[in-house]
């Protein structure tokens, strides 16, 4: 084990979780599985997080904050925007990142921690969505059916939320683009235009 400063050693640990997570899934994350992968010692993980669930915690924020920090593409009307902030896309290469949701959803019950950090990484994607909604009516593109556009992207989000957990199982009689046409059809229910 090499000597790495506080601060270098700390951000080795989280960089090994994230890879981690993303290979075998949030509930794979122990301490001894990234001492082994990290080549530090069991101590050093104890030194850095105060428990297992702060780290699953970071590693949550920091995979998630990638994401809300995504720029759109450029040019995308309203429509595309939302279905680019609410589908997920191709599930083979998104995979790892669904199971991370899923799994921090099995738990957040028993881990404040990470609760904390979900419940924040909701709100940012909800906010994410207002602001679209907002900018497209403000330009005329939509408007809103019923209620505010703080109520459509939580509806939204419910939505793709349950749309992708039927995705998740893979069932034989759901077309392809299930969760597309869906989610377009969510989408023509909360704005007119």
Same mark, same amino acid.
């Given at each position: 084990? $090499?000597?790495?400063?506080?601060?270098?050693?700390?951000? #080795?640990?989280? &960089?090994?979780?994230?890879?981690?997570?993303?290979? #075998?899934?949030?509930?794979?994350?122990?301490?001894?599985?990234?001492?082994?992968?990290? +080549?530090? $010692?069991?101590? #050093?993980?104890?030194?850095?997080? /105060? $428990?297992?669930?702060?780290? #699953?915690? *970071?590693?949550?924020?920091?995979?998630?904050?990638?994401?809300? *920090?995504?720029?759109?593409?450029? /040019?995308?009307?309203? &429509? *595309? @925007?939302?279905?680019?902030?609410?589908?997920? /896309?191709?599930?083979?290469?998104? +995979?790892?990142?669904?199971?991370?949701?899923? &799994?921090?959803?099995?738990? !957040?019950?028993?881990?404040?921690?990470?609760?904390?950090?979900?419940?924040?990484? =909701? !709100? /940012?994607? @909800?906010?994410?969505?207002?602001?679209?909604?907002?900018?497209?009516?403000?330009?005329?593109?939509?408007?809103?059916?019923?209620?505010?556009?703080?109520?459509?992207?939580?509806?939204?989000?419910?939505?793709?939320?349950? =749309?992708?957990?039927?995705?998740? $199982?893979?069932?034989?009689?759901?077309? &392809?683009?299930?969760?597309?046409?869906?989610?377009?059809?969510?989408?023509?229910?909360?704005?007119?235009?």
């Amino acid at each position: 084990m $090499s000597y790495l400063s506080r601060e270098d050693r700390k951000r #080795q640990i989280l &960089d090994t979780a994230i890879v981690l997570v993303l290979e #075998q899934g949030l509930e794979a994350l122990t301490a001894r599985s990234v001492t082994a992968r990290a +080549g530090t $010692s069991t101590g #050093q993980i104890h030194h850095h997080y /105060g $428990s297992l669930s702060e780290l #699953q915690a *970071e590693v949550f924020e920091a995979i998630t904050k990638r994401y809300l *920090e995504e720029e759109l593409p450029a /040019g995308l009307a309203l &429509d *595309e @925007q939302l279905l680019y902030m609410l589908d997920p /896309g191709d599930r083979e290469v998104i +995979g790892p990142y669904l199971r991370l949701w899923s &799994d921090a959803e099995k738990l !957040i019950e028993k881990n404040e921690p990470l609760r904390e950090v979900y419940e924040k990484a =909701l !709100i /940012g994607w @909800q906010q994410l969505i207002v602001s679209a909604i907002e900018s497209g009516t403000r330009k005329g593109e939509r408007r809103l059916k019923t209620g505010t556009a703080d109520e459509a992207a939580w509806r939204l989000i419910a939505a793709a939320l349950g =749309l992708e957990n039927l995705a998740a $199982s893979r069932l034989s009689v759901l077309p &392809d683009n299930f969760v597309v046409d869906a989610l377009t059809v969510f989408i023509a229910n909360e704005l007119a235009g």
